[in-house]
């Protein structure tokens, strides 16, 4: 297997007294969906936003493309390439679903307007109906707020957000928990587009038959450590969830 | 007002109304918004004076009273609309006006001579002295994270207490005359000086809400403050660069205050905060943050202005028209509740 894109270790973060990670383990490669499982308050939610800058570790390392690196805020992990679907969405909602996909990046007009910070509403939202004809999300009125959305094309719209920056790594956290049948064979079939045009792909769900499906790799968190990894093709599912529950002797424990 | 249609035109989105779904479903919006409804009220309460007292209402001359008794005040609403829309708020603007006012006079006193160099040292002393108070009510609300409401309390006392400290209580006089007989009561075309001044700071403030970054960002602050700074922005930076353009919005008002009355109001203005929010508020912009438009701020300082001269000239106790706008400012802000209500019952199903 080649060198791992993003390598964390020895993740350590609490709250108040809380310890969500004691030095959690985390690799993922490029082109591939790594599934990141565990029960909840395993811990997932928390590796994530620590690897995207959104909360800053107590101890532990991380590495991107073989250097090591420090992700201080969101801003440090776009310019590395990473994305994140959080599992709280993240989306503004009273702004419309183009202002979401291109919050804290929007298109300014050229010339003296763009200088004077004018916005490109125009060609943003001609950009973000192709984002959302390419995942298949149809609303019927892109003007409306955010808030007015269904749950499931909110979802659809903070994925459809991370798949249109993403260079290197893209996170998603839960990202079918709220979609219907349809929506989430469009997600899926994106997941594999994104995972296939070189990207990595972490992958958080509680939906094993579809970690099953998607992942390569799967790295399993338990109480905030990573007590197993699996290549997908070699295991089953009855493995996988019995090293989420604990089930799984402490000789497994990788 | 000159500036409202020009207002309007430039919050329309240009973008996709050849669409005539997206027309319809823009339209459906822009009825159940708030603004539309007072602004319809708005046209209602100047229909109604016009129809009980023509003669005396409908005038060129009534209006142009009316706009610049509004003017101060529709220049602190527009900085108090770019708070509000945050999920701030400003309690300090009316004594941030009045420091403003004295630092101006103080500086044009101290300088001497009447001319226009020590006026414009005085302006511009004054509008950095309300830019820092915003400055300071920015740092604090971001940095020491203490709730806007304390903190703009907080340089409320501040601010006016300083004013008071360095006049000792009296209002300063004896500006430059000059000031008072071009800004103050000046005109141009028939358009006082000080209505150009609020008309221009009205247009500049909604075309900067609605068509820049900047306008972008105060949205998505007020709506989510993390999902902004997860989205790389820097949510502090901007907000002190918002409480600090109320500070500023504040000097100005106080600017064109002195002008007008050639004196410093000390007196004058405890009551100013309340105005600028009860007009925000009516204007449609919510105190929750993520909603509101310039452009229902300027209808929102008008119902009161206008409602205040009518009674007037009917011979209505004037006082009618605080009880009024008491209660058109609970249903305004009724409405936006029901709103919410309805989406939060969406957002669950
Ligand atoms: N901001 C916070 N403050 C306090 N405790 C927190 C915070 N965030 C997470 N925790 C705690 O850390 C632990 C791990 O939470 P985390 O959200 O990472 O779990 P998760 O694996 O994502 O779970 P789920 O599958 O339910 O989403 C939990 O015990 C949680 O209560
Ligand atoms: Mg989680």
Redesign the interface.
Known sequence: MSEPLLEASGITKSFAGVRALRGADFAVHPGEVAALVGDNGAGKSTLVKIL?G?LAPDGGEIRFEGRQVAVP???AA?ELGIE?V?QDL??????DPA?NLF????L?RPGLLGK????D??AM??RTNKAFADLGIGL?????MV??L??GQRQSVAVSRAATWVSKVVFMDEPTAALGVVQSAHVRDLIRRVRDSGIAVVLISHNMPEVMELADRIEVLRLGVRVARYQAADTTMEQVIAAMTGALGDEEVA | MSDLTEVTAADEEPAEASEPSGVRAALRRRLTETTTWTFLILLGIVAGFAALRFQQFATVFNFRNIAADASGLLIIAVGMTFVIITAGIDLSVGSVLVFSGVIAAKVMLAIGGGGWGAIAAGLVAGLVAGTAWGVVNGVLVTKARVPPLIVTLGTLGMALGSALLITGGIDVRGVPLQLTTTIGIGQLAGVPYVVIIAAAVTAVGAVTLSMTRFGRYTYAIGSNAEAARRAGINVDRHLIKVYALSGFLAGMAGMVSLARFATTTIGGHSTDNLAAIAAVVLGGTSLFGGIGTVLGTVVGVFIPAILQNGFVILGVQPFWQQVAVGAVLIIAVYIDQLKRRAQERGERR
């Open positions: 995207s959104t805020n969101p801003v776009r994140t959080y993240a989306l503004a909602p009273e702004l202002a919050l804290g990046r929007e300014v004077l910070g004018f916005l509403k125009a939202r001609r019927q009125d892109t003007g409306a808030a007015n269904s749950g």
